[in-house]
């Protein structure tokens, strides 16, 4: 059984939306190939006009190849001075690991604000992960969640590492029940925790 107070999160973190300002970064998760196109595209329609900076995992494996990514972000405008590769995990590349290196690399540079997308489905766990890095690096930041470019929910697709094909619409269920099981694990902050980060975000 899904939480209440999950699904409450789950439209606060879908319906987000961040300030005015300029963040320090706008992060895209690391995707299989087939979401090339529907995140360097997002991303670089809404970082471009504001001349953000991209920042994307500079990994290779599971499907995900940052040169590709790279290529794409710098077709749609993005100059190379404002492409920034995150070093990659040194083992298998997951959400969890993934945000390891991008909190560690928010506060190495003292990043105050960042951006992040990732497929609809998954934008959730992505956010509490990072949070939860975040607190860990003892480095609390202003971090939004900003929704891609529509989603085809009903046309099958590969994720999770290249390893998984499904339709969009079926993550749905499947995705918080990860983040029950992996809060469970402790490798997730409790959910009451990260709906106080989201009321507390602008204070830091």
């Known amino acids: ?30 995707e299989p190939a087939s979401f090339l196109e529907l995140l360097c595209d997002a991303a670089a329609s809404i970082a471009g006009p504001k001349k953000i900076k991209v920042a994307i995992s500079g990994g290779v494996g599971n499907g995900y190849d940052f040169r590709l990514w790279h290529k794409r972000l710098r077709e749609n405008g993005i100059k190379e001075d404002n492409i920034v590769l995150i070093a990659p995990p040194e083992n298998e590349t997951s959400s969890k690991t993934e945000t390891e290196k ?81 809060t469970a694990q402790g490798d997730l902050l409790p959910v009451e925790q990260v709906l106080k980060y989201l009321e507390e975000r602008e204070t830091f």
């Open 1 to 30: 059984m899904i939480d209440q107070k999950l699904y409450q999160l789950n439209t606060m973190v879908l319906c987000d939306v961040p300030p005015a300002n300029k963040p320090d970064a706008f992060y895209i998760f690391s």
């Open 102 to 182: 991008l909190a560690l690399h928010a506060k190495m540079f003292g990043w105050q604000e960042v951006w992040i997308t990732a497929p609809p489905y998954q934008q959730t766990r992505a956010f509490m992960h990072l949070i939860t890095e975040l607190k860990k690096q003892f480095h609390p930041i202003r971090v939004y969640n900003m929704i891609a470019l529509p989603l085809n929910w009903h046309k099958e697709i590969v994720h999770y590492q290249g390893e998984t094909k499904g339709r969009p619409v079926d993550f749905i269920r499947s995705e918080l029940e990860k983040i029950q099981k992996h």
